[in-house]
């Protein structure tokens, strides 16, 4: 039988492990969050470089389509390591929300964490939990929620969008580049 001093130390411990991941995970978050700024930020640099170089091109030379291809190409290698990135923290971040809540659910069976009853917003249904990251999960990602596979679909799909758009950029000025040489558009005047 364990000593109940034994058993405060050892609750004492999982409550200081327990805010000590929260708050390194926290700290993960906000830098996924950062790493997403400056990855969105440099593909609107790339984006806009393909509007100079369209507007400045005239479309009469191939010449505009080379830089954007290159441009293109520059800019996937970013958007692929920012999707590999993406992957990364997701998981690890799902790791650690994974053990922060057998964290909590070793302080529920301790009475350190009581479970509560909390009313869900904009519905009339409540669920009850023992700690914020249950709670998450038990809301967010129960099944059949639209809302499952968290923030990361939604990440990968800005880094889809922004490849897929400096794709047809690329195409649409080698299109028209190609229309206008062939004498079926007359030459873009900008």
């Known amino acids: ?9 050892t609750m004492a411990a999982d409550r200081e492990e327990y805010y000590a991941v929260m708050d390194e995970t926290t700290k993960l978050s906000h ?12 593909n609107i640099v ?4 393909m ?9 009469t030379s191939w010449w505009a389509t080379a830089i954007l291809g290159l441009i293109t190409a520059f800019a996937w290698l970013f958007d692929i390591t920012w999707i590999r990135l993406l992957n990364r923290y997701s998981a690890v971040i799902s790791l650690r929300i994974s053990y922060l809540g057998a964290i ?10 009581v479970k509560i009853t909390i009313p869900l917003e904009s519905s009339i249904q409540t669920v009850t939990t023992r700690g914020v990251y249950t709670l998450e999960r038990d809301v967010l ?3 059949g929620n639209r809302n499952r596979g968290g923030f990361i679909r939604r990440e990968r799909f800005l880094v889809i969008l922004f490849m897929g758009a400096e794709l047809v950029v690329t195409g649409s ?12 558009l007359a030459r873009v005047a900008l």
């Open 173 to 184: 000025v080698a299109a028209l580049t190609e229309l206008i040489a062939l004498h079926v």
């Open 104 to 113: 909590e659910r070793r302080l529920c069976d301790a009475g350190v964490f």
């Open 141 to 143: 990602y129960r099944p």
């Open 46 to 49: 790339f984006l806009t470089a």
């Open 51 to 59: 509007g100079a170089v369209f507007v400045a091109s005239h479309l």
């Open 31 to 42: 830098r996924r969050q950062t790493t997403n700024d400056l990855l969105t930020g440099i």
């Open 1 to 9: 039988m364990a000593h109940p001093l034994a058993a405060d130390s």
